[in-house]
């Protein structure tokens, strides 16, 4: 994948797959500890220990009919190659957290890129999906909650055209304060 | 930079939103992004976002949902036009730029791009 982005999706997609109806995304970047940090935690199914154990490696069928895995071990590998990794944490029944690890400046990390296109596809794809975001650059903070969004909207959808527009501007705006620190 | 937007906006657009929100409920119309990870790689985030833009720009109403890997890794992104009355269109290959076609065809115009069809589910 050519954007952590995009492995953030599959990673909020895989949540979404598990049943959950709660997730948190965190995303932490420290610049002084040379570390990239997202975390994804949700309350679906989980897994039993035997699957979460082998989550992360590579898979080897040929994925005909029923393939085992294919997002987790591609995360692992894009970890690794820029000096970090990837924890899996379930409990069957409660939930599942997924924690990857990368080196900020590493040269082999792919750039964050397009997040606000990650955040809106999985909020506006799946309705129902309560996601709280949180987004901490060298102490900066920036956080959206849907609970609150949907508070503040009463009867008018998340996927209304003007709220989606909305949407858009103020995660662009939020994730571009972070990078750009006010003076 | 001081932030521009705030949740109080949220309350201006509900106020705005409200008085047509009886109008935007009828329309029976989904579009469904395939979301799998062969789908994220080939590009269907960008796409949801295309058909999300073309649909503003024309100002048609419709619910774009995604959807888990359902097998189908060459064909992504898998794009599913499904509206009342009508079979449930599978489109194959779906590329940002081919959005605004899709549409056009699609919805505006009644037909079915059939060169980019993979499947058709019949109306229930
Ligand atoms: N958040 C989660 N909750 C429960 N099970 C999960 C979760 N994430 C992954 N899994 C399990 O791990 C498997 C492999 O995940 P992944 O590598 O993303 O491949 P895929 O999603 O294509 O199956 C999934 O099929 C699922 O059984
Ligand atoms: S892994 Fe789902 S379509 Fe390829
Ligand atoms: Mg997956």
């Given at each position: 994948m050519r954007e952590l982005a995009l492995h953030i999706l599959d990673v909020l997609e895989n949540a979404v797959e598990a049943g959950a109806t709660r997730i948190t995304l965190t995303i932490e970047e420290d610049s002084s500890c040379d570390r990239f940090t997202f975390t994804v935690r949700d309350n679906g199914r989980g897994m039993p220990p035997e699957l979460a154990a082998r989550v992360l490696d590579p898979f080897v069928t040929t994925r005909q009919t029923r393939h085992v895995g294919l997002g987790l071990p591609l995360l692992a590998a894009a970890a690794e190659r820029a000096g970090g990794g990837v924890q899996v944490r379930s409990e069957p029944g409660r939930g599942t957290e997924v924690s990857a690890t990368f080196r900020?400046?590493?040269?082999?990390r792919a750039p964050l890129g397009d997040l606000p296109g990650t955040l809106l596809a999985l909020i506006l794809g799946k309705e129902g999906v309560h996601l709280t975001y949180l987004h901490r650059v060298d102490g900066r903070e920036f956080r959206l909650d849907t609970a609150e969004l949907r508070q503040a909207l009463?009867?008018?959808?998340?996927?209304?055209p003007s709220v989606r527009r909305w949407l858009q501007e103020y995660l662009r705006e939020g994730i571009a304060g972070l990078e750009r620190p006010v003076e | 930079m001081p932030k521009i937007k705030s949740l109080d906006d949220l309350r201006r657009i509900r106020e705005e939103a409200q008085q047509d929100l009886r109008v935007r409920l009828e329309t029976g119309t989904r579009i469904i992004v395939g979301m799998g990870t062969c789908g994220i790689a080939a590009g269907a985030r960008d796409v949801m976002r295309a058909i999300l833009e073309e649909l503003d720009r024309r100002k048609i109403d419709a619910h774009v949902e995604t959807v888990g890997c359902i097998g189908m890794c060459s064909c992504e992104p898998l794009v599913d036009i499904e509206q009342a009355g009508h079979a449930r269109v599978t489109y194959r290959n779906i590329k940002p730029h081919m959005v605004p076609r899709l549409i056009e065809e699609h919805?505006?115009?009644?037909?079915?791009v059939e060169e980019w069809v993979v499947g058709r589910l019949p109306a229930s």
């Open positions: 900020l400046r590493h040269w082999d009463g009867e008018v959808p998340l996927t209304h | 919805l505006i115009n009644g037909r079915v």
